[in-house]
């Protein structure tokens, strides 16, 4: 066969693909304002529903936690905010008929308004909409209260097991240190990974208006410092978390540990620059003892890690052409459901952004993917560890974790209509795939929420 018509023969083949994905692509929302998925867990347990919050633009504006059935298109209303508040980044429980969101402060006004270090998890249960629980208590001011933060959790998701649920954090009596020319020696606010378990409610004093009580117990897994040393696996940010395996991950020895989060740390090097390398977090079976410092904090120090936390780097890369994990697309962390590899994004010495994993054992890492362009999005695995999706060269597609190979889903686009970057979930089952696409309705135009199936 000649090269012409090889070259022939892919393109119809390529427009078939098209078609045949176009036809396949369905929109799930239409309504005249955003509709936003956070990058995983928005699929209710038996893949027959999505959640989404309703926020628009980039602002953190919305009011409403909603769900939509996959097959008939109707909405659902499961919380709506009060008093003034905000609320989005709406998660489920991979076991149970549980969400777990941001909620912003009520009342705000010109001294407490929504920020990094002002929002906290609340949850609800679909069975039961309207009615919502705080995750974590906030303690603003002294006494600091055993099991409740000092400001802001962020991106909340259930472990695989429903039992546990990780996010960032940052401080905001430390960041209210940091602001002031005369405050005292003190750890700066950075931002942090932090874990809520059950085994509150946990109470706390009314020393700051803006204090309340929480249904979970939380602590910091993560540790930072102010100053990273060059060279060292010191870190001055942890973000982008993950849980790692639906049952934990088999260590070099041959054990399984149960529980683990995978983060970016931001490390220093000895030209006086940052990147982001891969961590993980063992994590003890309980996250309630004490180790050499206070799990509540102090005025001038952070809330820090429970007793048995152990904080690992995987990654070094500092050698590379382009060292460190990339934030652009942003994305979070995310483990094979084995738990053996995690999955981010980085450079290739040719500047392309590619799929790589390191190894949860040994830390052995490997590119996965060689495409002539950057991934474009967020991304998610599917439930045997086979395939990754995502958005590449204006599409939805997989990737197959074996081989590298991208298997495009739906049509090519570019402009308004492109595929976003935030999130491109596979549903529990394996089946579809939910992301989303921005809609011009008249002048306007608003994100809703799309579902292709995933072979």
Request: glycine share 10%; hydrophobic share 35%.
């Amino acid at each position: 066969m000649s090269r012409l018509s090889t070259l022939l023969g892919l393109t119809i083949g390529l427009a078939s693909v098209s078609a045949r994905a176009a036809a396949q692509e369905r929109q799930i929302t239409r309504a005249p304002h955003g509709h936003v998925l956070t990058n995983i867990n928005v699929w209710s347990p038996d893949s027959r529903r999505i959640v989404y919050d309703t926020r628009t633009g980039d602002s953190f504006n919305g009011t409403r936690i909603e769900d939509v059935n996959v097959g008939t298109g109707v909405r659902r209303l499961l919380h709506e905010c009060s008093n003034g508040a905000n609320c989005g980044v709406v998660t489920h429980d991979p076991t149970s008929p549980r969400l777990v969101f941001i909620q912003g402060p009520e009342r705000p006004d010109s001294s407490w308004s929504y920020g990094f270090t002002r929002r906290r998890g609340a949850t609800v249960d679909t069975r039961y909409p309207g009615v919502a629980h705080p995750l974590d208590a906030m303690n603003y001011s002294a006494p600091f209260a055993v099991g409740a933060l000092r400001g802001g959790s962020h991106v909340h998701v259930f472990s695989p097991d429903g039992q546990w649920v990780s996010f960032t954090y940052e401080d905001e009596v430390l960041a209210r240190m940091d602001a002031r020319s005369d405050a005292p020696r003190h750890e700066p606010n950075q931002r942090n990974v932090g874990v809520a378990v059950p085994a509150g409610p946990v109470r706390v004093a009314r020393s700051h208006p803006r204090s309340h009580d929480g249904d979970w117990f939380s602590v910091v897994v993560t540790r930072t410092v102010a100053q990273p040393t060059p060279g060292s696996d010191e870190i001055s940010r942890a973000f982008e978390e993950g849980w790692v395996g639906r049952n934990g991950y088999v260590t070099r020895d041959g054990t399984t540990h149960k529980r683990a989060l995978a983060f970016l740390g931001t490390v220093a090097t000895g030209a006086g620059k940052t990147h982001h390398e891969v961590f993980i977090a063992d994590l003890p079976d309980g996250l309630t003892t004490v180790d050499a410092a206070p799990l509540a904090g102090t005025e001038t120090t952070r809330p820090a890690p429970p007793f048995g936390v152990t904080q690992r780097r995987l990654t070094f890369t500092a050698e590379r052409q382009f060292p460190g994990v990339v934030t652009a697309p942003r994305h979070w962390l995310r483990a094979s459901p084995d738990g053996a590899r995690i999955a981010f994004l980085m450079k290739d010495d040719s500047g392309v952004v590619q799929f790589w994993t390191v190894s949860t054992a040994d830390g052995t890492c490997r590119q996965l993917t060689h495409n002539a362009s950057d991934i474009t999005s967020a991304f998610t695995w599917n439930p045997d560890g086979r395939w990754l999706a995502h958005t590449l060269d204006g599409s939805v597609g997989v990737t197959e974790t074996a081989t590298g190979e991208f298997r495009r889903l739906t049509p090519r686009q570019s402009g308004v209509g492109t595929p976003r970057p935030e999130a491109v979930v596979f549903s529990p089952d394996g089946r579809q795939i939910a992301y989303m696409r921005d809609v011009t309705v008249g002048q306007d135009t608003f994100s809703q929420i799309f579902v292709v199936p995933a072979r």
